[in-house]
């Protein structure tokens, strides 16, 4: 079995598998737009394929803008997201988080560039995980996101976190560490949050596809 004693080996253990080659540079699909904060909240509790349906059925209407979802009509709203589950939990949650973005922060570009951790996690409907979703992904910033697969990938090492919290420092802690090492794997400039959301993606499509840690 590989020897991993932090994030940084596990980051070069996911690199040599190869996991993102067709990917897009940041992974999530749609990185640094609104349509991405959508999603962090829509994949809540179900799988990225039911989220892409009501992604689809909101562009069809031309629903994927801060603006108008603030404004939506909430019943409308409930059906285009039904196949991401919860529906109507998640319509009154985002409709509701849109309406606060715009008072707090005007537009989407302001809450890009001004939003903390602290806010998201004061939103109704806004765990850790979704809140880095939206940091990491929506607004380019250096917070990694910890999803179960990160929790049962590092059980098959041997390693158990009593919190998100603690999961997190530990995969963010080993790659700052160790910052200048893993500049040195790419013939380009790579940003730290880059870092975070490739390391991510090799996590979550390794345990996609039932790898083998040995």
């Given at each position: 079995?590989?020897n991993?004693?932090?994030?940084?080996?596990?980051?070069?253990?996911?690199?040599?598998?190869?996991?993102?080659?067709?990917?897009?540079?940041?992974?999530?699909?749609?990185?640094?737009?609104?349509?991405?904060?959508?999603?962090a909240?829509?994949?809540?509790?179900?799988?990225?394929?039911?989220?892409?349906?009501?992604?689809e059925?909101?562009?069809k209407?031309?629903?994927v803008?801060?603006?108008?979802i603030?404004?939506?009509?909430?019943?409308?709203?409930?059906?285009?997201?039904?196949?991401?589950?919860?529906?109507n939990?998640?319509?009154?949650?985002?409709?509701?988080l849109?309406?606060?973005?715009?008072?707090?922060?005007?537009?989407?570009?302001?809450?890009?560039?001004?939003?903390?951790?602290?806010?998201?996690?004061?939103?109704?409907?806004?765990?850790?995980?979704?809140?880095?979703?939206?940091?990491?992904?929506?607004?380019?910033?250096?917070?990694?996101?910890v999803?179960?697969?990160?929790?049962?990938?590092?059980?098959?090492?041997?390693?158990?976190?009593?919190?998100?919290?603690?999961?997190?420092?530990?995969?963010?802690?080993?790659?700052?560490?160790?910052?200048?090492?893993?500049?040195r794997?790419?013939?380009?400039?790579?940003?730290l949050?880059?870092?975070?959301?490739?390391?991510?993606?090799?996590?979550?499509?390794?345990?996609k596809n039932?790898?083998?840690?040995?």
């Amino acid at each position: 079995m590989n020897n991993i004693n932090d994030s940084y080996d596990l980051f070069v253990f996911l690199k040599n598998k190869n996991l993102l080659e067709n990917s897009p540079e940041f992974w999530w699909p749609s990185y640094g737009t609104f349509e991405t904060f959508i999603g962090a909240i829509l994949t809540q509790n179900t799988k990225w394929t039911n989220v892409e349906k009501s992604l689809e059925n909101l562009h069809k209407h031309d629903l994927v803008s801060l603006e108008k979802i603030a404004n939506v009509d909430l019943l409308l709203f409930t059906q285009l997201i039904t196949p991401s589950g919860f529906k109507n939990q998640k319509s009154k949650r985002l409709k509701q988080l849109c309406q606060n973005v715009i008072e707090d922060f005007d537009n989407f570009e302001s809450f890009q560039n001004e939003v903390c951790r602290e806010w998201l996690l004061e939103q109704k409907g806004i765990g850790p995980e979704s809140a880095d979703a939206i940091l990491c992904y929506a607004c380019k910033q250096e917070e990694f996101v910890v999803d179960s697969y990160a929790n049962r990938l590092l059980k098959k090492f041997g390693y158990e976190f009593e919190s998100y919290e603690d999961l997190k420092s530990w995969l963010e802690f080993g790659i700052n560490e160790n910052l200048d090492k893993i500049t040195r794997f790419y013939e380009f400039d790579i940003s730290l949050n880059q870092i975070y959301c490739r390391l991510h993606g090799k996590i979550v499509e390794f345990m996609k596809n039932k790898h083998d840690i040995d």
